[in-house]
C-alpha cells in the first residue's frame, strides 16, 4: 500500500446549520467529464492545453434563445457573429440552425461564402471596407452596414462604377443610459447625423435601404437599454416612413448580450446577475410592438449575439506545472496555458476547476500561465484548493473571443476539439509544429 501524501492540519471553525456572515462552506466544484467523456481522456488524446467546444452545449443555448425571442414576437432572424468564434465547425452549426453570417471584414466574408452562406444571408458590419470588400458585397448582394459618410461616399461611386443597386442599412450609435456611449461606430442619434445618413441614401439611386441597425456595447447587463435603442430605432422607421413612403425591411439590435461569465470587479457572480434571454427578448419586443410601427408592417428583429451563444460551449482543460510561493508568502501556481491563449482572462474571472478531487484544503492562490512574461495572470486571486504537478484543470465559458483573439507566442496554439452531439470528439483546428511556421516563413541568408 502506497504511503499517502502529507497535508498539513486545518483548524476550521464549524459552522453546520448556522451559517457565518461568509455564508455555509461551499464543496470545492469539480468537472471530471465534458459531455460524458472524461478530462483525462481528453488531454490523453489531445494533449494539454487543449480548447474543447460542446456541440450539445451551442445548440441547447441556441433552442433557449430562440425561444425567447420567437415567442414574443413574430419576426426574429439571428446572425451568428464571427468575430466571437469563426472555427468553421462552430460556424456550421449556427448555420444549420438557421442563422445568417455576421462579419466585419473581407476575410470573415469570405470564410462565410466558402461556408456555403448564401451572400443575400450576409450581414457585412465593421467601420474598414474597402473598395474590393464593398465589391465582393455587392455582387453578392449582401446586406451591408454603412458605418460612416466616407463609407457612404465611396459605396455611392463603386455601385456607378459596377451599375449595380446596393442593399444597405446604417449604423446608429445612440444614448441608451450605457455608459461609457459607444460612439465609436455609425451615425449618431441624437444629433441627427443619423437621420442626414438616411436621407442621403433615399437620394442615391442605386441604394436600397433595408435596414437600421445599432450595437450598443458589449457584455451590457441592463436589458432595459436595448428597451432604449429599439425605441430610438423604431422612431427613425417611422420617420423614414412618413418622409419618403418606405418601409425599411429590419431592425438590428446587433449583439452585446452578457454571458454567465464574472466580469473582474464585479460583487455578485455573472451566473446570478446576467439577464436571460427572456429578459432581454421582453424589453426589445416591449419596445418595437409598442412604438408607433404598424402590426402589418413590423420590421424583421436581426439580434447578432455571439458572446452569450458560445461561452458556455467552451473549455480549456490544462495542467499543473509548478507549485510556489510568492516573497509575499501568497500560493501561487503555474498552468500550461497563458493569456496569449485566454485574452478574456484580462478582464474576466475566469472559472477554473480540478478534474478530480483535491485537498480539502485550499488557500488563495495566483495562478500564472507558463509565459515569459509578467502579466501572463490567469487568476489575481482565487481560492483553490493544494493541487500537484500534472493535475488537470479544467477552465469554463472560454467559446466566445478566446479561439478568435489568441496569438501565437512563445507556445504554438493547441489543439480545438469538438464533442458533437452523439459524443464523438472531432479535432476542428490542429495544434501548430514548426512546419505550419515553416511554410509561411522564408529565409534569404540560408
Request: one cysteine or more.
Amino acid at each position: 500500500m502506497s504511503k499517502l501524501a502529507y497535508e498539513k492540519p486545518v483548524i476550521s471553525k464549524i459552522t453546520a446549520g448556522v451559517p457565518n456572515k461568509f455564508g455555509l462552506p461551499v464543496k470545492q466544484k469539480i468537472i471530471s467529464e465534458i459531455d460524458g467523456i472524461p478530462v483525462s481522456e481528453l488531454i490523453k488524446d489531445y494533449g494539454s492545453p487543449v480548447f474543447v467546444i460542446s456541440e450539445k452545449t451551442v445548440r441547447g443555448t441556441f433552442a433557449e434563445a430562440r425561444q425567447a425571442f420567437e415567442t414574443r414576437y413574430p419576426k426574429v432572424q439571428f446572425a451568428w457573429s464571427y468575430k466571437t468564434n469563426y472555427l468553421d465547425a462552430v460556424c456550421s452549426i449556427f448555420h444549420s440552425e438557421g442563422s445568417w453570417a455576421e462579419v466585419v471584414s473581407g476575410f470573415e466574408f469570405e470564410k462565410a461564402l466558402l461556408l456555403g452562406v448564401n451572400g443575400s444571408n450576409i450581414i457585412f458590419n465593421g467601420p474598414e471596407k474597402s473598395e474590393e470588400d464593398l465589391t465582393l458585397a455587392i455582387n453578392h448582394d449582401a446586406c451591408i452596414h454603412i458605418d460612416h459618410f466616407d463609407e457612404l461616399y465611396l459605396l455611392i461611386e463603386t455601385t456607378r462604377k459596377l451599375d449595380k443597386k446596393a442593399r444597405v442599412a446604417i449604423r446608429v450609435n445612440l444614448d441608451a443610459g450605457i455608459y461609457p456611449i459607444w460612439d465609436r461606430f455609425g451615425f449618431n442619434y441624437e444629433n441627427g447625423e443619423a437621420w442626414n445618413a438616411i436621407n442621403r441614401i433615399m437620394l442615391a439611386e442605386n441604394l436600397d435601404l433595408i435596414g437600421l441597425h445599432t450595437h450598443i456595447g458589449t457584455y451590457i447587463m441592463a436589458s432595459s437599454a436595448y428597451a432604449v435603442a429599439a425605441t430610438k430605432l423604431s422612431n427613425l422607421f417611422m420617420a423614414t416612413y412618413r418622409k419618403f413612403d418606405h418601409w425599411i425591411k429590419y431592425i438590428d439590435l446587433g449583439g452585446g448580450f452578457a454571458s454567465k461569465n464574472t466580469l473582474k470587479g464585479a460583487y455578485m457572480p455573472g451566473a446570478e446577475t446576467c439577464p436571460s434571454f427572456d429578459e432581454y427578448a421582453e424589453a426589445i419586443s416591449n419596445a418595437i410592438i409598442s412604438s408607433e410601427i404598424p402590426h402589418e408592417n413590423l420590421p424583421v428583429l436581426f439580434l447578432e449575439t455571439g458572446r452569450a451563444l458560445i461561452d458556455d460551449a467552451g473549455y480549456l482543460l490544462t495542467t499543473v506545472l509548478a507549485n510556489k510561493r510568492s516573497n509575499s508568502g501568497r500560493r501561487t501556481m503555474v498552468i500550461d496555458a497563458g493569456v496569449n491563449l485566454l485574452f478574456t482572462s484580462f478582464w474576466y474571472n475566469l472559472g477554473i476547476y480540478p478534474a478530480k478531487e483535491a485537498s480539502d484544503y485550499s488557500e488563495e492562490t495566483t495562478i500564472y500561465g507558463p509565459l515569459c512574461m509578467n502579466i501572463d495572470v490567469i487568476r489575481e486571486a482565487i481560492n483553490f484548493p493544494h493541487v500537484q504537478t500534472g493535475d488537470r484543470l479544467v477552465i469554463e465559458r472560454v467559446g466566445a473571443y478566446n479561439m478568435t483573439q489568441w496569438m501565437q507566442f512563445i507556445t504554438y496554439r493547441p489543439n480545438v476539439v469538438l464533442i458533437d452531439s452523439e459524443g464523438k470528439t472531432h479535432v476542428i483546428r490542429k495544434k501548430e509544429d514548426i512546419e505550419t511556421f515553416k511554410s509561411f516563413e522564408s529565409n534569404p541568408k540560408k
